[in-house]
């Protein structure tokens, strides 16, 4: 049997991109993208919050979660780019992510915390969404070495040699 400290870092799979939205300003709508450029200074480039926050460079969403949130505020489905956050990933657990660093094509983050609800949400989703969001709103993450993030790229933990 594993050692519990062992399996924090097993991830066996690569996650990937489904998506990505940028807010080009403040509370203006989310414009989707195929690619985002992202630098350790400036953040997504083209995104409102770029280079305010260190931690907050980059948000993320779980795929696996938007139908969850959909169902909790009686929807078929989300348009992710409603819940605002800039990055959609799907296959990797993102909470299980928490201080580990991730490769995105040749972009390499630092997952530093998770993107907790504002309440936007209960505008954006209606009644109760902020409260549907609530442990579904993400992760967030610093961007420690610049490159190109595009829709359909791997996601995978970077081993401390990267």
Known sequence: MENIKDLFNVFPRAGRVEWIGIRPERRSPVSVVESVDASE???LLGD???GQSGNRHVTLIQAEHLP???ALTGRDELDPGLVRRNLV???LNLLALK?????IG?????????????????????PGGYNAMRGHGGMTAK???GGTIRVGDAVVVATSAQ
């Not at 201080?99 to 490769?103: A, L, W």
């Not at 040749?106 to 209606?126: A, N, R, V, W």
């Open 143 to 145: 961007i420690l070495k």
């Open 99 to 103: 201080d580990q660093r991730i490769q």
């Open 106 to 126: 040749d972009t390499l983050l630092q997952i530093t915390g998770q993107c907790h609800p504002c309440s936007k949400m209960e505008t954006t989703l209606g």
């Open 89 to 91: 990933v799907s296959g």
């Open 68 to 70: 969850a949130v959909a």
């Open 48 to 50: 409102h919050y770029s």
């Open 41 to 43: 200074k400036k953040g």
